[in-house]
């Protein structure tokens, strides 16, 4: 008997995104419909949670089965990060300048500014990283 699943998902910034994870989770045998939206995601079929959980995780994002008493909240919604900051340049900084070495990554996948940004700030928080494009 077919059933459907609420998970809430994590980490999808885009439409890119939000098509990425509806086309992993409708390519299963055991999925029949998938409405996917950046915050959640309305599965029907036979599949059971934990393998739509891993899907989604394989498809590069975070999801949690949502309670069935699950009610939306009653806060109003407010950005989760702050707008990505504006490119400036100072003269001390010229990469010419610089000793650290540059080291350049191909990276796929990204769809928008907003994956740019997320990709950034990531590298930001590596340890040694002084400047991240």
Do not use: W
């Amino acid at each position: 008997m077919s059933h459907t699943l609420s998970l809430a998902l994590d980490g999808l910034s885009c439409g890119h995104c939000v098509k990425r994870v509806k086309e992993a989770l409708e390519q299963r045998d055991d999925v029949d419909h998938a409405e996917v939206t950046l915050q959640e995601a309305q599965v029907s079929g036979h599949a059971e949670a934990a393998a739509l959980i891993a899907t989604v995780e394989q498809a590069g994002y975070h999801a949690t089965l949502k309670p069935a008493d699950a009610f939306p909240k009653s806060e109003p919604l407010t950005a989760s990060e702050p707008p990505p900051e504006a490119l400036t340049t100072d003269n001390a900084s010229h990469p010419a300048e610089k000793t650290a070495p540059t080291h350049v990554l191909l990276i796929d996948g990204m769809s928008c500014a907003s994956c740019v940004s997320r990709v950034e700030k990531a590298l930001q928080q590596v340890a040694g990283v002084t400047q991240a494009r």
